[in-house]
């Protein structure tokens, strides 16, 4: 098991940037594959971005290409999301989670949750 606290979520206008940053930790936390999905009110969860265990590979939805970043760093136990380019569409809370295989797809391999970071983008 894994566990994964999320930060740096918080209110920004439409066009700003905001950095969401996952710390994992566990024995193997950095053999894990990471992602972040997102839920608006009313709405369901929704897969964003994924990376590969080794940072290779990395997975994006199509309503964020170009606009988003998914890395993560040396030690591979801490993975940010850079969120530019900002749309009101983009408010939601934020979930880090980690996938054991290390593949980072398809969105249904994840199986740890952070506990979520509100983004919220007014308009």
């Known amino acids: 098991q894994v566990l994964l606290v999320e930060s740096g979520g918080g209110l920004v206008q439409a066009g700003g940037s905001l950095r969401l940053s996952c710390a994992a930790s566990g024995r193997t936390a950095s053999s894990y594959a990471m992602g972040w999905f997102r839920q608006a009110p009313g709405k369901e969860r929704e897969f964003v971005a994924a990376?590969?265990?080794?940072?290779?590979?990395?997975y994006y939805t199509d309503s964020v290409k170009g606009r988003f970043t998914i890395y993560r760093d040396n030690r591979r136990t801490t993975v940010h999301l850079q969120m530019d380019w900002l749309r009101p569409e983009d408010t939601a809370v934020y979930y880090c989670a980690g996938d054991p295989r290390g593949s980072g797809y398809p969105p249904s391999a994840f199986t740890s949750w952070g506990q979520g970071t509100q983004v919220t983008v007014s308009s």
């Open positions: 990376i590969s265990w080794s940072g290779t590979n990395t």
